[in-house]
Nanobody
Framework: QVQLVESGGGLVQAGGSLRLSCVAS????????MAWFRQAPGKERELVAR????????LYADSVKGRFTISRDNAKNTVYLQMNSLKPEDTAVYYC?????????????????WGQGTQVTVSS
C-alpha cells in the first residue's frame, strides 16, 4: 500500500500560481500512474491531471489544459501539480492518487491509494 501526503495548498488571488506536492511512502511510485483530482463543494470529485507510469504520458481536464502541469520525481517519490493562471472556479480540495494497481493507467475514486487532500482557494 502507498501512503500519500499532499501539501502546497492555500489562498491565492485569481491569476496567481500554486505548486502542490504529493509525497509517497510505503512503495516506490515509479510503476504507478499518478493523478490529481479535485472536489469543490457540492460537486463530484473530478480528474484534473494524470501522469502515466509508462512513458510519462499526461492527460488533463479540458478546464485546466494550458494552465496546469503534472510532473513527478521518482527519486523523491513525489508528484507535483503546478497551477498557473488560477481562477476562482479552481477552488477545491485537491487530492493525489495512485492508479488502481501498478502497471495500469486506471485511476478513480475507490481505487488505488489517496491522500487526505489540500485546500486550494482562489479569490476573485
Amino acid at each position: 500500500q502507498v501512503q500519500l501526503v499532499e501539501s502546497g495548498g492555500g489562498l491565492v488571488q485569481a491569476g496567481g500560481s500554486l505548486r502542490l506536492s504529493c509525497v509517497a511512502s510505503g512503495r516506490p511510485i515509479s510503476k504507478y500512474t499518478m493523478a490529481w483530482f479535485r472536489q469543490a463543494p457540492g460537486k463530484e470529485r473530478e480528474l484534473v491531471a494524470r501522469h502515466s507510469w509508462s512513458g510519462g504520458d499526461t492527460l488533463y481536464a479540458d478546464s485546466v489544459k494550458g494552465r496546469f502541469t503534472i510532473s513527478r520525481d521518482n527519486a523523491k517519490n513525489t508528484v507535483y501539480l503546478q497551477m498557473n493562471s488560477l481562477k476562482p472556479e479552481d477552488t477545491a480540495v485537491y487530492y493525489c492518487a495512485t492508479g488502481a494497481n501498478q502497471y495500469t493507467d486506471y485511476v478513480g475514486p475507490g481505487h488505488g491509494s489517496w491522500g487526505q487532500g489540500t485546500q486550494v482557494t482562489v479569490s476573485s
